[in-house]
């Protein structure tokens, strides 16, 4: 034992008195995406739980200066696939935004540096119909409009439909004056117009397929968009982020090779431009999404992920070399380049949880201009620690694992701490090591933690991302069961103190390995599946057809679907479970936890259940984040009887004696 350790108190595990509260993480919960500098000035997105969740643009003068540009009550919010995505940019000294209110798209210009946000002055440019939804904006110079994504819920359209419009820059759009570029397609990304206005690039693809599993590129002239030839990409090749160097060639994403790599369109022929065993793109869950930018014509600034971490790297086209800028940030989004030396995005860091960075190529400098809230000593935050661990049919998972961390206290010799494993959403997602407020909560409290990147995660090729298809409730259930064994094995948690929590998806497989793997002694569903029959059934268009892929045709597997769902083996959940749900989610319905919540009622086994109105699919506000977090913390002192120092809120748990 070290001599800091033997300083530490010995105390109870997941008695611990934390300095991360609720209020803590709500501070440091500041959401930032999609960095861009226009003009000598740095903007980024900034959604804010301490204001309801309301999401405004920043700017950074040069002199370091910060302003909002929106002021209370607009919000820049999407609701295209319900998930959105980028749904503002700064372009022809205006900023374009979509308000989350109406869902209208506003126009106003840039004000000059000391002025108060002045949202007075937006004006719209999409007619007042919230039926219409719009995203990821081009704006096209030579040609003065704006491009973007367009679905349209109008009640005569069922499932909405989706396409690529022009919306007029002087405000007749708002007169239903949207001209349609191009439909057909069931979903459409990336409108791209190249440097000479010439030609127009995008994405679509097609249910069944989601946008990771099967996409084309589309290229045409831009005057006549319905003249377009598909360049690449199918139903089993996915296409991201197509972008146009200056010089007027088209780049783009591909897993043609069964790894995300970038590839370029010259001369009527695909270049790949540099082949490795590497994901240079991550799931179009959000459209606009950026992994790449140009510093010149031949120099590309590129993140990628390799061994559950995020890289950055400058490709040169012409040499085919790529250098890797260290750094220490571990996940990496929203890239974006101001030629020729400059690239900025958010980094994340097991110390930091979303940074906005500028890097400055030619020196290889990193600078934080803006740096991630948050007051937490070193000695408080628990360092993960990636690792692998065998699972079923000879396989092996990956997982990030989280000690019970606190600067005062420490694990009894005695003891061994009770774990948490952590499924992320999605379920096509993953988990990266990055200081994450909502992970220390538990473990400066004395649990451990596992986030667990079961089969099916991305970031390790498609191979390992496939492995999922039609097995969604087993593979993930296993490999979190396996997590557990594992950790339990190595002495590094209470076999007797398993806890398995998720959101969405994630909330799917607790309910299924609760149900099915007998390994967890409790669990936290939020806003998760418990019938997936009903998900078929009741869910938006985006994600009508997903579980075509991960568990099979519907209702031809109608036996399967039912086989899965956790709602109809009631007699084989026998240990406590808590649910959270938001009553205004449209992406997994509150008729799913309700459905749960009463069998284990009927079961007499202690469930709780905690809703929010003012929420949908996803918590956004600070409130009800504290709320949920204090709930979750309430139930698990409660169901293994340990001592609550905080005085926590107390909930009803129902069957509890």
Not at 573 to 597: H, N, R, T, Y
Not at 649 to 655: A, Q
Request: hydrophobic share 40%; aromatic share 10%.
């Amino acid at each position: 034992m070290s001599k800091h350790a033997a300083t530490k108190i010995p105390a109870p595990c997941g008695s611990w008195e934390s300095p991360i509260s609720p209020a803590a993480i709500t501070a440091g919960s500041i959401g930032r995406d999609h960095p861009c500098m226009v003009a000598g000035h740095l903007y980024w997105q900034e959604s804010r739980p301490e204001e309801q969740g309301r999401t405004t643009v920043v700017v950074r003068y040069p002199d370091g200066a910060c302003a909002d540009l929106l002021a209370a009550p607009f919000s820049v919010q999407s609701k295209v696939h319900e998930y959105g995505g980028r749904a503002w940019l700064v372009a022809g000294g205006s900023l374009f935004f979509v308000d989350k209110a109406d869902q209208r798209v506003y126009r106003m210009p840039l004000p000059d540096q000391g002025s108060a946000p002045f949202s007075a002055a937006a004006s719209p440019l999409t007619p007042p119909d919230a039926a219409l939804r719009f995203a990821d904006f081009c704006f096209d110079g030579h040609g003065q409009r704006l491009l973007a994504v367009c679905e349209d819920h109008s009640a005569e359209h069922e499932p909405p439909r989706n396409y690529l419009v022009v919306i007029p820059l002087d405000g007749s759009g708002c007169a239903d004056n949207l001209e349609i570029l191009t439909q057909g397609s069931d979903f459409y990304a990336y409108p791209r117009i190249s440097p000479d206005g010439a030609e127009l690039c995008w994405i679509a693809w097609n249910q069944p397929q989601m946008p990771w599993d099967g996409s084309e590129l589309h290229c045409a002239p831009s005057a006549r968009p319905h003249a377009s030839t598909v360049i690449a990409g199918g139903v089993s090749e996915a296409i991201f982020q197509p972008e146009w160097s200056p010089n007027g060639i088209l780049h783009f994403v591909s897993d043609r090779t069964g790894w995300w790599n970038l590839y370029r369109y010259h001369k009527g022929e695909i270049q790949p431009l540099r082949v490795m065993e590497a994901e240079f793109a991550t799931p179009l869950w959000a459209l606009g999404m950026s992994t790449y930018d140009f510093l010149s014509e031949s120099r590309i600034a590129c993140t990628y992920t390799r061994q559950g971490r995020w890289h950055l790297g400058v490709l040169d086209t012409d040499a085919g070399s790529l250098h890797e800028i260290p750094n220490d940030f571990t996940q990496i989004h929203g890239l974006s380049c101001a030629q020729p030396h400059h690239v900025f995005f958010i980094g994340a860091s097991p110390l930091c949880s979303g940074d906005v960075v500028c890097v400055d190529t030619a020196r290889e400098t990193l600078e934080s201009v803006v740096v991630s809230q948050g007051e937490l000593a070193p000695a408080d935050i628990s360092q993960p620690q990636n690792i692998t661990f065998d699972t079923t049919d000879g396989d092996i998972a990956h997982g990030i694992y989280y000690p019970p961390t606190n600067a005062a206290y420490r694990v009894p010799d005695t003891e061994k701490p009770p774990l948490i494993v952590v499924c992320h959403g999605g379920p096509t997602g993953a988990n990266y090591p990055v200081l994450n407020y909502k992970l220390q909560y538990w473990t400066s409290r004395g649990f451990a933690v596992l986030d667990v990147n079961y089969r099916g995660s991305t970031g390790y090729g498609r191979r390992y991302r496939e492995k999922l298809n039609g097995n969604w409730g087993v593979v993930d259930v296993e490999d979190a069961a396996a997590g557990a064994r594992y950790l339990a094995g190595q002495g590094l948690a209470d076999a007797g103190r398993t806890i398995i929590r998720g959101s969405s998806a994630g909330g799917f497989t607790v309910l299924a390995a609760l149900t099915f793997s007998g390994v967890f002694r409790a669990g936290a569903s939020l806003y998760g599946i418990g019938d997936l029959e009903a998900l078929a059934r009741d869910t938006h268009k985006f994600e009508a057809r997903y579980l075509d892929t991960l568990v099979g045709d519907y209702p031809a597997q109608k036996a399967r679907y039912q086989a899965r769902s956790p709602i109809h083996f009631p007699e084989q959940l026998d240990c406590p479970v808590i649910f959270f749900q938001g009553l205004e989610d449209k992406v997994v319905p509150p008729s799913q936890a309700q459905a749960m919540v009463a069998a284990l009622q009927k079961k007499a086994i202690p469930v709780a259940y905690v809703t929010f109105a003012d929420e949908g699919h996803g918590f956004r506000k600070a409130a009800n984040i504290r709320v949920a977090l204090e709930a979750e913390l309430y139930f698990y002192r409660r169901i293994f009887s340990i001592e609550d120092r905080e005085h926590l809120p107390k909930i009803p748990i129902d069957n509890m004696p």
